[in-house]
């Protein structure tokens, strides 16, 4: 049953793998922009409040004598621009400011205010770049005009290193996180295919312990099961191998034994002779679930093809089968095991059917699929579920003929196709069973 998620909750990752990166990345970004604003607040802004303050000195000590406007001074931009020596600062009166670039100067509130507090009055502070760092005061002793300081050795672009380093720290940082929770979640990875492959009847080599000491135990415990699951499959399969060919030689003993009755004892001679036939296929059944159909590569395959291979197969019994076939791509397959599913599908519709059987064939975007149907009374749907496990069979209802194997081996095929089977009573009465197999071309 999925759980359904609300719409944020779906934006946060799902795997281990990003949340780890997202909890790396999320800190290394808190601790940048607090990294910047510490930088900002301890040192670049004590180095610029300390610049505000010589500079308010300077113009301090410029009005400390007042201003004295004579006919060689005919202004008090003139007479300021006069008091001033080695051009540490330059005095523009409003429109000569304009002109010089105050217009395209950056305000700055705070070193305004405090500015304003050195010069005991409103004054505004402002800078600007050309070819070396400006700053432009208005000062409250004569607020018609501007004064200009450049400051020597100082850039706005110096400030771009610090930007730089604390890009690169954390761009490095995060490369760093990601590289670390990628290489923690690789054995996880291999670990979670590893365990796919043994749920579908295949045992890979053990995997390298390699990782955390917790992912190393886990691998190491991994492997040992594997192993050993291996080992009581091979058992099994001896064992079961070996029981089915003791039996078989005693069956083909009293085949041979009822070839020698008479003809008064024929009726006794079908009955034995039947019994016999109904053995071998229940050791026939044995046989395929033991040896779970494990051919060595899978190639690509028409589903169509199979089943008109098996429609002509069973052409020669008394139902009849329905094809309905659409246009369907090649998908990869083991043609003989998915041959099997079709033929044990028809042999179970024809016996619980009153022999009607329809085969179709369909395709969506992602399996390539068929159905086989047919008109017997159905099943209880709550006894659906079990007719996959082995050794069960349908309920009175649809008889209880065989080894109850035939939707195991069905299932154990499909499932190592990566497929699915659903099972489901048809509207008019009967079972349809479905096979679904992924489109690997």
């Keep these: 049953m999925k759980l359904k998620l609300k719409w944020w909750q779906r934006l946060l990752p799902r795997s281990a793998f990003s949340q780890t990166v997202m909890l790396i990345g999320s800190l290394l970004l808190i601790n940048q922009l607090v990294s910047y604003w510490s930088v900002a607040v301890y040192f670049i802004k004590p180095s610029y409040e300390q610049i505000n303050q010589l500079i308010a000195r300077q113009i301090n000590i410029l009005f400390v004598d007042g201003v004295v406007i004579d006919r060689e001074n005919l202004t008090l931009v003139d007479a300021l621009n006069a008091k001033v020596r080695d051009d540490v600062m330059t005095i523009y ?35 600007s770049q050309d070819e070396r760092l400006n700053v432009w005061i208005k000062p409250p002793q004569a607020p018609s005009v501007w004064i200009k300081v450049p400051l020597t050795g100082m850039n706005e672009s110096d400030l771009s290193p610090l930007t730089l380093y604390l890009l690169v720290i954390g761009a490095l ?21 590893a365990a796919m492959t043994v749920s579908q009847g295949d045992f890979p080599k053990p995997l390298p312990l390699n990782g955390s000491s917790e992912i190393v135990e886990v691998t190491h415990a991994f492997n040992q099961m594997s192993q ?62 033991i040896r779970n159909d494990q051919e060595h590569e899978k190639e690509p395959d028409q589903v169509n093809r199979l089943i008109q291979e098996i429609a002509q197969q069973e052409a020669y019994r008394s139902v009849k089968i329905e094809l309905d076939l659409k246009q369907t791509s090649d998908t990869l397959m083991h043609s003989v095991a998915i041959k099997r599913v079709l033929s044990n599908l028809v042999e179970n519709a024809y016996r619980y059917g009153e022999g009607w059987v329809k085969i179709s064939s369909f395709e969506s975007s992602n399996y390539v699929g068929f159905d086989v149907e047919d008109n017997g009374s159905g099943i209880d749907e709550s006894q659906i579920e079990q007719l996959f496990l082995p050794f069960t069979q349908g309920d009175s209802a649809r008889g209880s003929i065989g080894s ?32 679904l197999l992924p489109k690997n071309l």
Excluded: C
């Design 228 to 289: 050993s699951m291996q080992q009581l499959e091979q058992d099994r399969t001896l064992l079961m191998a070996g029981i089915s060919h003791d039996i078989r030689t005693p069956l083909t003993r009293i085949r041979l034994a009822t070839e020698m009755m008479g003809e008064e004892d024929a009726y006794l001679k079908e009955g034995i002779v039947a019994d016999i036939e109904d053995m071998d296929d229940i050791i026939q059944q044995f046989i395929a679930y």
């Design 404 to 435: 109850g194997l035939g939707l195991a081996i069905i299932k154990r095929i499909v499932d190592r196709h990566q497929g699915k089977i659903l099972l489901s009573n048809r509207e008019k009465g009967g079972l349809k069973a479905s096979v």
């Design 93 to 127: 009166n409003q429109q000569q400011a304009r002109q010089a670039g105050v217009e395209n100067a950056t305000y700055y509130g705070f070193l305004s205010d405090q500015m304003s507090v050195y010069l005991n009055g409103p004054a505004e502070v402002r800078f």
């Design 173 to 193: 940082s995060v490369a760093g996180g990601w590289l670390f929770a990628r290489k923690q979640n690789r054995p996880l990875k291999r670990l979670q295919k």
